[in-house]
C-alpha cells in the first residue's frame, strides 16, 4: 500500500507564484486534512475535508485553497505565494473517530 | 471546540531515567487522544491511543499513556530513556462524533543525554 502520498518533497517559489501541493490516499479514507509545522507551534490546520465535495477551513485558511473531487485526492493552492508561507506542510488522511491518522512525508516549502 | 496543550516545549532527561511529556485537553464531548512522534527530518508515526476502552493504555518502544478524564491530562511515560526516543512528540485530541478534525498540541521536543 502506498499510504499518502505527498508530492513535492521540496520547493522553491517567489513571491506572488502560485503553485498546487498534491496528496493522494489510497485507503479509502474519508477524512483528509493539510497542516502546516512552524518551529514551536505544532501541526496547525489548514483545511480539512470529510469526504468528497465537502471541505472547511480550520485554524490558517487565508492564502490557500482546497478542492476535493474525489475522495482519493486532496490537493492544497498557494494562490499567491508570500514568504510567511515559509513552512513544511504534511497531508494526512484517516477513516475518523479513534483510528490512526495517516501522514504525508512533508513538503518543505521556501518562498523568497 | 477541542484544544490541546503540551506543557513543556522541551524536555531533557539523562538515558535510561524515566520520561514524562505532558498534554492537557480540552473537549466538548468525548474526545479520542493520540501520542505521535517525529523524528527529524521524518513524517509523524503513531506511538499510542486513547479508545475509551482502557485508561492506561500502550503504545510502541515502551511507551505508555494514562488518560485521566478528571484532570483532562493524557501524559506520556516511558521508565527507561534510550538514545533513540530523541525526536518531538505531539499529543492529538479528535472528537468521536461530528466534523473530527485532527487538532495539535504545540509538541515536545524530547532531548536525551549520555
Known amino acids: 500500500n502506498a499510504g499518502v502520498t505527498q508530492t513535492p518533497k521540496f520547493q522553491v517559489l517567489k513571491t506572488g507564484q502560485s503553485m498546487t501541493l498534491q496528496c493522494a490516499q489510497d485507503?479509502?479514507?474519508?477524512?483528509m486534512s493539510w497542516y502546516r509545522q512552524d518551529p514551536g507551534m505544532g501541526l496547525r490546520l489548514i483545511h480539512y475535508?470529510?469526504?468528497?465535495?465537502?471541505?472547511d477551513q480550520g485554524e490558517v485558511p487565508n492564502g490557500y485553497n482546497v478542492s476535493r473531487s474525489t475522495t482519493e485526492d486532496f490537493p492544497l493552492r498557494l494562490l499567491s505565494a508570500a514568504p510567511s508561507q515559509t513552512s513544511v506542510y504534511f497531508c494526512?488522511?484517516?477513516?475518523?473517530?479513534?483510528?490512526?491518522?495517516?501522514f504525508g512525508q512533508g513538503t518543505r516549502l521556501t518562498v523568497v | 471546540a477541542q484544544s490541546v496543550t503540551q506543557l513543556d516545549s522541551h524536555v531533557s532527561v539523562s538515558e535510561g531515567t524515566p520520561v514524562l511529556l505532558r498534554c492537557n485537553y480540552s473537549?466538548?464531548?468525548?474526545?479520542?487522544l493520540f501520542w505521535y512522534v517525529q523524528h527529524p527530518n521524518k513524517g509523524l508515526q503513531l506511538l499510542l491511543k486513547?479508545?475509551?476502552?482502557?485508561?492506561l493504555v500502550k503504545g510502541i518502544n515502551g511507551f505508555e499513556a494514562e488518560f485521566k478524564k478528571s484532570e483532562t491530562s493524557f501524559h506520556l511515560t516511558k521508565p527507561s530513556a534510550h538514545m533513540s526516543d530523541a525526536a518531538e512528540y505531539f499529543c492529538?485530541?479528535?472528537?468521536?462524533?461530528?466534523?473530527?478534525?485532527?487538532?495539535f498540541g504545540q509538541g515536545t521536543r524530547l532531548t536525551i543525554n549520555p
Open positions: 494526512a488522511s484517516y477513516r475518523g473517530g479513534d483510528t490512526e491518522a495517516f
Open positions: 485507503m479509502n479514507h474519508e477524512y
Open positions: 475535508s470529510v469526504g468528497a465535495g465537502i471541505t
Open positions: 473537549s466538548s464531548y468525548s474526545p479520542s
Open positions: 486513547y479508545t475509551s476502552a482502557a485508561t
Open positions: 492529538v485530541v479528535t472528537l468521536t462524533q461530528g466534523a473530527q478534525k485532527l487538532v
